[in-house]
C-alpha cells in the first residue's frame, strides 16, 4: 500500500496473505471481507479486532500516515514485537523463526552494548552511552571527537533517503535525529513537511513545514502550532525545544541506525534527565550500575544513617502489551530493578503496567511521578 515501486500483482498478493492471516486470527465467528480488511488499513487499526477484544494499543493507531506512509507508531509496534519474539526464542518459550532483518538489528544493539562493556570500565561505558544519546547524529569531524570505541562508530551511517530533502536534513530539537521528510499537499499548495520520527516528540513541537525552494538553497522551517508547556511535576523533565533547526547537508553527516536510535537514544533521554534532576537537588544517584545492570540507583539517606535504595529501570516502548510481555517473559527485570520508570507521555500505561509488574515485586511510576516520590523522601522539592 505504501511502495508504489512494487508490482500490483505482488501487492496484492501480499495484501491477500495478510488478510488471510487476520481472517485465521479473528475466526469464523466474526468474518471480515477483503475490501473491509483494506479500507481498515488505512483508519483506526482497532476497528480490524473482533468484537468483545479490547483494543488497547491497537486502538487510535494509524498503519498509514496522511501522507500514505507507514506511521512512527506502526514501525515502533513492528520493532517492539520483534524485540519480544526474539527473547521468547532466546527462551526457548517460542518456535519463532527470526528473520535477517530482525537478526541484524539484535545484533547491533548487543554489539554496541557489548563494545562500551569491553573495558569493564563504569567511566568508560558511562561516558560511550552517553554520547549514543546525547549525539545521534552530526557531522563527520563531530561525531570523530566522542568517546567512543571506533567498531561503535561504524554503527553511524549516511543520513536515511526519508530524511533527506535535496541534499538537506534537519535534526529533531529534542533528540537530535535526522526528522522525517515528506512532500504534501496543504490549503491547494505543495508543502515540505519535517517531524520527528519518534511520535511523542512530534506532538511535543518537534514539527515543522517548509516551503519547496525554487533553487538549490537550503528550505526553512516553519514551527507547527505546539501544544502548551505543562505546569507542576512534569515541567521539571519537559524538553526545551529551543530555536527552529536550521538545514543541515546530508554530505559529510552520518546519524545512528534506527534501532540504535530508537531503544538506546530515545529511552536514554529521560535516564539522562531524571539523573540530572536528581543529582541538582543533593540526591545521591548513579547512571547505568555495573555496567547497567539497571539504569538509576537512587539512594536517599534517613535521620538515622540508614539509606533507603531505588533501583530503576527507566522504558519507552509505544505498546504496553508488548512491554507487559516482555516483563513476563524475563519474570522482572533482569538485572534486579524494583521501579520500572516510564516517560511522562506514557503515564496512560501505568495501570496496565503495574498489575504486570507487581507479580514481580515492582512498582510503576511516571518519571516525575517517580522524581517527586524520591525528592519527597529526600525532603527536598522537585518542582
Not at 155 to 166: G, Q, V
Not at 174 to 192: E, F, K, Q, S
Request: with cysteine; charged share 25%.
Amino acid at each position: 500500500m505504501t511502495a508504489p515501486e512494487v508490482k500490483p500483482e505482488k501487492r496484492l498478493e501480499t495484501l491477500m496473505e495478510c488478510h488471510g492471516m487476520m481472517q485465521a486470527a479473528r475466526g469464523p465467528g466474526s468474518p471480515l471481507s477483503f475490501g473491509e480488511f483494506r479500507r481498515a488499513l488505512r483508519g483506526d487499526l482497532g476497528i480490524l479486532l473482533p468484537d468483545g477484544v479490547t483494543p488497547l494499543d491497537l486502538e487510535g493507531t494509524r498503519l498509514v500516515d496522511q501522507d500514505g506512509r507507514v506511521s512512527e507508531g506502526a514501525l515502533d509496534l513492528d520493532f517492539e514485537q520483534e524485540m519480544l519474539l526474539r527473547l521468547l526464542h532466546k527462551t526457548g518459550k517460542t518456535a519463532a523463526v527470526v528473520s535477517d532483518r530482525e537478526f541484524q538489528s539484535e545484533l547491533d544493539q548487543e554489539t554496541v552494548f557489548t563494545l562500551l562493556r569491553k573495558y569493564g570500565e563504569q567511566a568508560v561505558y558511562e561516558a560511550g552511552r552517553r554520547d549514543l544519546i546525547r549525539s545521534p547524529a552530526g557531522s563527520v569531524h563531530e561525531l570523530a571527537d566522542l568517546r567512543l570505541p571506533p567498531l561503535v562508530a561504524d554503527f553511524y551511517r549516511e543520513i536515511p533517503y526519508d530524511s533527506a530533502y535535496r541534499g538537506w536534513w534537519f535534526a529533531c530539537p529534542i533528540c537530535r535525529w535526522p526528522m522525517r521528510i515528506t512532500v504534501r499537499r496543504n490549503a491547494g499548495t505543495t508543502v515540505g513537511a519535517a517531524r520527528c520520527w519518534h511520535a511523542p516528540h512530534a506532538e511535543m513541537g518537534a514539527s515543522y513545514l517548509f516551503g519547496l525552494p525554487t533553487s538549490a538553497g537550503a528550505p526553512q522551517l516553519l514551527p507547527e502550532p505546539a501544544p502548551p508547556r505543562p505546569g507542576g511535576r512534569e515541567a521539571v523533565l519537559y524538553p526545551d525545544l529551543g530555536e527552529v533547526p536550521p538545514a543541515l547537508p546530508a554530505e559529510g553527516h552520518r546519524s545512528l541506525t534506527r534501532g540504535i536510535w530508537r531503544y538506546t537514544t530515545i529511552p536514554g533521554l529521560p535516564e539522562l534527565a531524571l539523573h540530572d534532576q536528581l543529582a541538582a537537588r543533593g540526591l545521591e544517584v548513579s547512571l547505568w550500575p555495573g555496567l547497567d545492570a539497571f539504569d538509576l540507583l537512587v539512594e536517599v539517606g534517613s535521620k538515622r544513617g540508614r539509606k533507603t535504595s531505588f533501583k530503576v529501570d527507566i522504558k519507552d516502548y509505544t505498546s504496553a502489551m508488548t512491554l507487559a510481555e516482555l516483563i513476563h517473559a524475563q519474570e522482572g527485570d533482569r538485572g534486579g530493578a524494583d521501579w520500572l520508570v516510564l516517560p511522562d507521555y506514557h503515564g496512560r500505561h501505568v495501570p496496565l503496567l503495574s498489575g504486570v509488574c507487581a507479580k514481580y515485586d515492582m512498582q510503576v511510576a511516571t518519571a516525575s511521578e517517580f522524581g517527586e516520590m524520591v525528592c519527597a523522601k529526600a525532603g527536598v522539592s522537585w518542582a
